[in-house]
């Protein structure tokens, strides 16, 4: 079936470090969005992308669409601890309305 | 105000007791859908429905039941809770993008 994999489950950086959170889809997407879910908190939507290799930045984070529209990733510039959360891709399953998660990366920044 | 709003945000109870999840949402949004999420598994999808009194199962649906009678509230009932259903549910309701409720924290003990 149609999964979607993050890779890596965790990082750990200093802040101030680079941070790099990559999403793979074993089908084409339509488009992309990704999510960030502070601790004790709910998914809340950053960012969709739908052109093939796309990049959209958002201040310090930077969103890209792969060629293919298999892959995407997020890079965050000089880490800050308020960046502390899970990072979670999401494409539409089955090219329907629904969507199917990837497993998320989880982003410690040590002060 | 506009949003979608979960209850309760925790919940304990038994094993074998019935137990039901609240979502409402005042979007409008014809999509809505119930996750879970366990640690390890990210966001599971257990229940879903394109339109009042029209549901759909997920990847985890067994022990759940859902409802739609009303475009913004679609309720989540455990049938008979078991410990493997302690976990954090959450609701969303989707246009673009989804919309997540603050989950609710159940326990079964």
């Known amino acids: 079936g149609q999964q979607v994999m993050q890779i890596p489950q965790y990082q750990h950086v200093q802040e101030g470090e680079d941070f790099t959170t990559y999403c793979n889809s074993s089908?084409?997407?339509?488009?992309i969005q990704w999510y960030k879910q502070r601790p004790g908190g709910h998914p809340v939507f950053l960012i969709q992308?739908?052109?093939?290799?796309e990049v959209k930045k958002q201040k310090r984070l930077t969103f890209q669409f792969g060629e293919a529209k298999k892959n995407s990733s997020l890079h965050i510039t000089a880490t800050q601890t308020t960046d502390v959360g899970t990072y979670f891709c999401?494409?539409?399953?089955?090219?329907?309305?629904?969507?199917?998660f990837g497993s998320g990366t989880r982003l410690l920044v040590r002060p | 105000d506009a949003g979608i709003t979960q209850s309760p945000r925790y919940k304990i109870t038994e094993t074998g007791r019935q137990v039901t999840l609240m979502c409402h949402q005042t979007?409008?949004?014809?999509?809505m859908f119930w996750y879970r999420q366990d640690l390890g598994h990210g966001l599971r999808l257990i229940y879903y429905?394109?339109?009042?009194?029209?549901?759909d199962k997920g990847e985890v649906p067994d022990g759940y039941v859902v409802s739609r009678s009303k475009t913004e509230n679609f309720p989540l009932t455990l049938e008979s809770a078991t410990r493997s259903q302690t976990s954090v549910y959450f609701c969303?309701?989707?246009?673009?993008?989804?919309?997540f409720g603050q989950g609710t924290r159940l326990t079964v003990v």
């Open positions: 429905s394109a339109a009042a009194d029209i549901t």
């Open positions: 999401a494409g539409p399953r089955d090219s329907s309305y629904k969507l199917i």
């Open positions: 969303a309701s989707q246009g673009t993008e989804a919309f």
């Open positions: 992308l739908v052109k093939s290799g």
């Open positions: 089908t084409t997407l339509s488009n």
């Open positions: 979007w409008s949004h014809s999509y």
